[in-house]
């Protein structure tokens, strides 16, 4: 067995091993209201995710086991895009970016200062826009 784990990893080790970030998830229109405002404070990180395409979760894995910034440092928010729609619609118009999936929105003072999607999304971008 020894010799499969190193080919295909120990599912083991990798699920004891994986990051818990602190998402918030969002859910409701009236949440955007509460990112504008959290934005004027700190930077705000908006994950958009598609729970049923393979290059979303590729995406988020990799995007979860490269971050490495402070819980305090900012505002982390998850949106299940295919069960809130409407939610990524609005994001569009508010934050003027065009809708993508998988996408990393980075919101500071309201406005959108980076985003990025698919491969493109790296966790390390966000460390430019922290204060």
Not at 30 to 55: A, M, P, W, Y
Not at 76 to 81: A, E, G, I, P, V
Not at 86 to 95: C, L
Request: aromatic fraction near 10%; charge should be neutral; glycine fraction near 4%.
């Amino acid at each position: 067995m020894g010799l499969i784990n190193k080919i295909f990893g120990n599912s083991e080790k990798e699920k004891t091993s994986q990051k818990v970030l602190p998402w918030r998830v969002l859910t409701s229109l009236n949440q955007l209201d509460e990112i504008n405002k959290l934005s004027q404070e700190k930077l705000v990180v908006l994950f958009k995710h598609s729970t049923r395409c393979g290059t979303s979760s590729m995406a988020l894995r990799q995007f979860e086991s490269h971050y490495n910034i402070p819980d305090d440092s900012v505002y982390m928010y998850f949106l299940d895009l295919l069960s809130y729609r409407e939610i990524s619609n609005e994001i569009a118009i508010r934050f003027q970016v065009l809708h993508q999936s998988p996408q990393l929105i980075l919101i500071k003072n309201g406005k959108t200062v980076h985003h990025a999607s698919h491969y493109h999304i790296n966790a390390e971008d966000i460390v430019r826009f922290i204060e």
